[in-house]
């Protein structure tokens, strides 16, 4: 664990990103030690910041990853966060703060390989996800998908969230496509979610590739009525659903065409070298 | 400072406060070594705790204050954090975490009294806040009102935030009422917004003392119309609102009979005695 390039694992309690959830956060999977699709996480990392106007030096995130891979496994996942830091009177935050880096590595989960081949089973949760302005930022503000994952019972891997308008958003950590009549649909996260980098991938990958793909509010009845439907993230690359589990009603799917098409795509060919620093 | 009753200042960067923001606060005005309204606070704590499912023992909270209390001055403000702990995998919390427990002592802001004499000036934020199924509750997923604070520009002490439909839900760290016709009138906050515990106090004290006080949605033109118009919450007591400022345009407001009869409320009173844990 770093934080601000510094081997250290506590910080203090006067940060924003412990009081207020002031902050942002990557999560990146790590392949022979290349972050996977860093440049799009090194970007949504940056427009968060922006957003939240808090003002990071880009060189030293690098540098910290640089040297928290020098020192880590080869293959693993990297956390990044990043904080206001601390400082001000209440919410308002003082005009110049320093912002804290904290990263850490961590070892894989279990059966992705098994989930990707075999693919998974979810759950409807109960929790909804609320709508705001700050959809689409990977911010520190989390206590819906908390919740959320918190419903997730032995042999499901993932819990699909609805909003309170009963249209899918994504999954706890992963978004969501589903397939109907050769067709693909992605629910539109300007409202609610987290805009996954993954997806963004998959987004290009697929149209590059001839696929139509819509974004567009999904009822949950959608879902049931699809063809195929998947989820993705970047640490698990593309998860298959094979079942979903809702309240008494199951209904199973199996991994056709569009699935295997996005499963065509593997992680280890999107790991990027570290761009060196100045 | 106290994390878990002992003197400490820093805490784990795994502990799931700052990870996902994952726990709740309260801020307390102490008064001769009294905190203000104590039992509306602990109550809307362990609430919270109760929604998000997070295990506290009441008592060490409690012991937590008195030993706070014993080493700090009679007059200030005590906030009171609970995290979930550190531990699990992503969101999913295991089973049994231990809750981190943290407490500070502050000082209280300057200008108070001054400012509950004399009214303040509000600005209407561009920042909006969120529709989620946590209203109410003061957990630490505050990044709004961060934003929002940040808006504050010299000369405005609070700003008021609307939802997207542009109806006014609350200042940035305070609850709003408005008057009008002599009845009183404050925001809804069943989807967004937090349920102040001096709003809760005010409200059963405005209607026993026979005056209407009706909670609905309140369109931000409903303010510009009404008569008198005030904020309150439990560090400040009552912010009556002389002027609220709108890009270009400025309303002014008279301190009227509503305002003052909320302002008859003293906070001295309304300080109460920890009670002693078993």
Known sequence: ???????????????????????????????????????????????????????????????????????????????IIISRGAGGRGYQPPENTTPTRIL???????????????????MICRQTIGQGTLAGHKHLNRLEQ????????????????????SELIEGTRSNLFIARNSQLFTPDLRLSGVSGVMREYLLEYLRAAGQVVSIEPIPLQSLYNADEAFLCNSVAGIWPIVRVQHTDAAYDFPIGPMTRLARSVKLADLAEPVPKTC
């Open 1 to 79: 664990m770093l934080i601000n390039g510094e081997p250290e694992e506590r910080i203090s309690i006067n940060d924003r990103g412990l009081l207020y959830g002031d902050g942002l956060f990557e999560t990146i999977r790590v392949i022979q030690g290349r972050p996977v699709l860093w440049k799009k996480h090194f970007q949504r990392l940056l427009r968060g910041c922006s957003a939240l106007s808090i003002d990071i030096s880009p060189d030293n995130v690098v540098r910290d990853l640089q040297k928290l891979l020098d020192l880590s496994p080869a293959d693993g996942i990297v956390k």
């Open 104 to 122: 850490q590595f961590h070892a894989l989960p279990a059966d992705l390989e098994l989930q990707a081949e075999q693919g998974i089973k979810v």
């Open 146 to 165: 908390v919740l959320a994952a918190r419903e997730i019972t032995d042999g499901f891997t993932e819990g699909l969230m609805l909003n309170i308008d």
